[in-house]
């Protein structure tokens, strides 16, 4: 009896570990499929600098070049892509105060030194440059902080759009001085020019109005 007890008491305790182990089976599958998925990168930070071994497949790309595992991500991923020593020094002070665990993200997000980062990536023949954005999450164990969830975005076609709109409206606004000082130097010019173009504007209009349906007759007036 004691040994068919012992005996029940193993079978129970293998097909539990049997179950765990399926479990744990999905939820690194599931993982792994977000991670495929995913646009941003993705990816842990430890205390001591270096990228944790699971990471989102778009790093690479993001970055323009293989992270290798566990690599320093001031060392070896950002140091190489951006030459403002500057701004690696404030980013690393900045990480660094992140691992406080008296210290809230939300508070210093404002101070985050790695917003829209300007990055050489040679090796994307797609782009030479990229702009990209780092988010910092406090992954917290009891007290301590244990890692930093960090997300990265390519924000490249929302930069170069606001540039190329900037550039625009530089562009609107010197001619509209242009304007401006024209009709102050000779008025009487500018108002010819306009009660010219509102009488053309009316002969079209008119002709328009009597237009046949025939497509030469529209062509001759327009």
């Known amino acids: 009896l004691a040994l068919l007890n012992f005996v029940f008491i193993v079978f129970k305790f293998l097909r539990k570990l049997s179950a765990s182990d399926r479990r744990a089976e ?7 499929q977000i991670l495929d998925t995913v646009h941003q990168g993705l990816f842990l930070l430890l205390p001591d600098g270096r990228i944790g071994g699971q990471r989102s497949t778009s790093l690479a790309s993001l970055f323009g070049r293989d992270i290798a595992p566990h690599a320093s991500l001031m060392n070896d991923v950002l140091t190489p892509l951006i030459s403002d020593q500057v701004l690696l020094e404030t980013a690393e002070g900045y990480i660094a ?6 210290i809230r993200p939300s508070l210093l997000e404002k101070l985050n030194p790695l917003v829209e980062v300007e990055i050489d990536t040679p090796s994307d023949p797609r782009q030479k440059k990229k702009y990209l954005n780092f988010a910092f999450e406090q992954v ?8 930093l969830l ?5 924000v490249t076609q929302e930069v170069l759009l606001q540039r190329e709109l900037s550039g625009v409206e530089a562009r609107a606004k010197s001619e509209i001085e242009m304007l401006i000082a024209v009709i102050d130097q000779d008025p009487a010019l500018v108002h010819e020019f306009l009660k010219g173009a509102r009488q053309r504007i009316e002969a079209i209009n008119h002709a328009l109005q009597h237009v046949r349906a025939d497509s030469a007759h529209v062509m001759a007036v327009v």
């Not at 105060?97 to 008296?102: A, E, G, H, N, Y």
């Not at 917290?140 to 890692?147: F, P, S, T």
């Open 26 to 32: 999905i939820a690194r599958n599931e993982t792994r």
């Open 150 to 154: 960090v997300s990265v975005i390519d």
């Open 140 to 147: 917290r164990q009891g007290d301590q902080v244990g890692a």
């Open 97 to 102: 105060t992140l691992f406080d665990r008296k």
